[in-house]
């Protein structure tokens, strides 16, 4: 049976609350998703295959316009143990998958390295955290709207790219894509600027024994797939998963995110970028 139903939980601190949509199947597999920088897009970026074996919940992030009280969380460390209390109010299963998108990837981080004994996989799709000097990659907060799109998306101009981000056509309309930037990024910085460096790399130790799944788009010019080789140095067993045709939207412009997390909830594996 499909669902698809909203929960809002007061707190956990004082005034805030946190907003919690749920689809797929009334019990089976639990997989929480937090969405990235730049929002929800209403639903979480995975097909049916996934839907149809799991009871997928969405986290909204405060900050981005549902959930409240982001003054409370200082650190990403702060956030994860915000969602660890609301997977708790929830009566989840002890034992979850935990996926994200570009910060969201980075607080799903967080959330396991506090309870890796609670995460079955761990898949993150083009997550900040990690720095390189040498690497880099883009800021998005310097960057203008018309120049951020082709870090973003392998086809800038693509279905993908106008359905999240429609162009422009009126100075009304340009004044409300600069209002949803401000929005979006808003929040963002608080985690992410100057440098996305969230200091992980001092905590990564603990998911030794936690599947973990790097899905990265090649062309993505806000956190270069070169940086999955920094991931993989402190987390030797995790499994890239190389995107050609996608770019940092790689959860929506792609289907591998769903392949890996259908995999995870029960179904047959795919190959990663070496054809393991």
């Not at 007061?10 to 805030?16: K, L, Q, R, T």
């Not at 997989?31 to 799991?54: C, F, I």
């Amino acid at each position: 049976m499909m669902t698809d139903r909203r929960r809002e939980l007061a707190g956990p601190h004082a005034e805030s609350t946190l907003v919690i949509d749920e689809v797929g199947l009334d019990d089976g597999p639990v997989v929480l998703w937090m969405h990235s920088e730049w929002g929800t897009y209403d639903d979480p970026p995975v097909d049916a295959s996934v839907l149809d074996r799991a009871r997928v919940i969405v986290i909204h992030q405060p900050g981005w316009g549902l959930s409240t009280g982001e003054g409370h969380l200082i650190t990403l460390a702060d956030v994860a143990l915000a969602y660890w209390w609301a997977v708790n109010q929830l009566g989840l299963p002890p034992k979850v998958v935990i996926a994200g998108h570009g910060l969201g990837a980075a607080v799903a981080a967080e959330m396991a390295i506090q309870h890796p004994e609670r995460v079955t996989d761990l898949v993150l799709a083009a997550p900040f955290g990690l720095w390189d000097d040498e690497i880099g990659g883009e800021d998005m907060f310097a960057l203008m709207p018309r120049d951020v799109a082709e870090h973003m998306y392998a086809d800038p101009l693509g279905p993908v790219a106008t359905r999240q981000f429609p162009p422009a056509k009126t100075a009304y309309e340009k004044g409300l894509a600069g209002i949803r930037r401000a929005q979006t990024l808003g929040p963002a910085s608080r985690y992410l600027y100057p440098l996305p460096d969230t200091g992980v790399s001092e905590r990564l130790y603990r998911l030794a024994d936690t599947p973990v799944t790097l899905v990265w788009g090649a062309r993505d010019g806000l956190a270069p797939i070169a940086l999955a080789e920094r991931w993989t140095e402190y987390l030797p067993h995790a499994r890239l998963v190389h995107v050609e045709e996608a770019a940092h939207m790689v959860a929506y412009e792609s289907d591998d995110l769903s392949r890996v997390l259908s995999a995870a909830v029960g179904t047959p594996s795919i190959p990663d970028s070496k054809g393991n």
